[in-house]
């Protein structure tokens, strides 16, 4: 699993934000480099707008999701490396999330 500390902005209030500073927060964060030279992807919480990059330890949760959902993108990458020009949504991360609640959708989106 993604740690707190892994997440870029952890202080962030766990609020629905809106799409618009949803899309900005994507827009930024795509723009630059990886901090992380082993980062693997990128992963943003719709509801709050908390992201972190993610790791190989983590990015098998997410890449599971996307085949158990048939996300259309989940056969588009053919090796690891490739998926630093993709990034994830999840619909709710460890921040924001109620007890009990998990994380239901993960959308893959080609940078
Ligand atoms: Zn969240």
Redesign the pocket.
């Known amino acids: 699993m993604i740690r707190t500390e892994d997440l870029i902005g952890a202080t962030r209030s766990?609020e629905k934000i809106s799409e618009e500073d949803f899309a900005d927060i994507i827009t930024k964060a795509i723009s630059k480099p990886y901090e992380k030279p082993e980062a693997i992807s990128r992963c943003f919480?719709?509801?709050?707008?908390?992201y972190g990059e993610v790791l190989e330890e983590y990015i098998w949760s997410l890449i599971k999701t996307t085949i158990a959902t048939q996300h259309p993108l989940h056969v588009s990458w053919k090796n690891i490396q490739e998926l630093r020009e993709y990034y994830f949504i999840?619909d709710?991360?460890?921040?924001?999330?109620q007890k009990g609640e998990r994380v239901k959708t993960v959308e893959m989106k080609k940078i």
Do not use: D, S, W
């Not at 709710?92 to 999330?97: F, G, L, M, S, T």
């Open positions: 766990p919480c719709r509801h709050c707008g908390l999840t709710n991360c460890e921040i924001c999330r």
